[in-house]
């Protein structure tokens, strides 16, 4: 564990608040980090079904992790002892993987972050078990959908505001409710770093985006109140009035003209049902 805890001390110590520029090596590292990351995700498709123990998931996360030279992130993060996080239903995120096996007309978030070569490429999507009922269906098309609202707006000339003010705007429509507690943040030779990426935001708020900024766009979405609640595991947050959740994840790269998406699905798997 003595190589896991130096990385999470590098973490809090080289955060300095400012938001990094990045150039060709960091667009390669990320690149390649982001791959792994959505071919990981890409691999889980068929193990996501019914009645497997989500720690069996865990485990293999880490196993191919480990296969093409990366650490999981999360492992030794501030304590977190598995390597990714899956959260399902209700659970709007950081759910530890464990023996809770999943089940029919389950929605499950698993977030994944290996670590390559220096560079983190974190990544989540949504997986639907066995049959999933209409009204928790339409939840994960309409939060992918915020997610790729947000990214659209990521470009040099923007404001971070922006992204946020779109995924809100969308989520709002359908009256679902946006989380405030947890929000995307700087990626790249640090997990989580500035700026802090809201979303639920006004429009033309926030730091200018220019080419080089690495962050992640995460919004979790909730199909009642955005209300979040700790369990007492210190990790696992779900929603106040038990409602469904539901999140997908990108990091990203701002470029001259737009943004490059690092966690694109090799596989074309961008959202359910795959
Ligand atoms: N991958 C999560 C994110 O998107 C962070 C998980 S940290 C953990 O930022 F410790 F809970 F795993
Ligand atoms: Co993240
Ligand atoms: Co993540």
Redesign the pocket.
């Given at each position: 564990m003595t190589d896991y805890q130096t990385i999470t001390a590098e973490d809090t110590v080289l955060r300095d608040g400012s938001i990094k520029l990045h150039g060709p090596d960091g667009f390669a590292g990320m690149r390649r980090a982001g791959q792994l990351a959505a071919q990981i995700l890409d691999d889980l498709a068929p193990l996501v079904v019914p009645g497997v123990a989500t720690r069996a998931l865990d485990d293999f996360i880490r196993q191919a992790m480990l296969a093409a030279g990366a650490v999981p992130?999360?492992l030794g993060?501030?304590g977190?002892t598995?390597s990714?996080?899956i959260s399902v239903n209700h659970v709007i995120?950081?759910g530890i993987p464990g023996e809770k096996s999943l089940k029919d007309g389950d929605i499950v978030n698993i977030?994944?972050?290996p670590l390559l070569d220096g560079w983190h490429g974190?990544t989540?999507r949504m997986y639907l078990v066995g049959d999933v009922p209409l009204k928790a269906r339409r939840l994960v098309e309409v939060t992918y959908e915020c997610l790729m609202l947000g990214i659209e707006q990521a470009r040099p000339g923007n404001r971070l505001g922006d992204i946020g003010a779109a995924i809100e705007a969308h989520a709002r429509a359908h009256r679902y409710g946006v989380v405030h507690e947890?929000c995307?943040?700087g990626v790249g030779r640090l997990?989580?770093d500035a700026p802090e990426v809201i979303h639920a935001a006004r429009p033309g708020t926030g730091p200018l985006l220019k080419p080089g900024m690495f962050f992640?766009i995460?919004p979790m979405i909730n199909a009642g109140r955005p209300n979040a609640k700790m369990l007492s595991d210190g990790?696992t947050a779900v929603t106040r009035d038990k409602s469904l959740s539901a999140q997908f994840?990108h990091s990203i790269g701002i470029t001259e003209d737009g943004c490059e998406i690092f966690t694109l699905s090799p596989g074309g798997l961008h959202k359910p049902p795959y």
């Open positions: 992130a999360t993060y501030r977190y598995h990714c996080c995120c950081h977030d994944v972050t974190d989540s947890f995307g943040h997990f989580h992640t995460e990790w994840e």
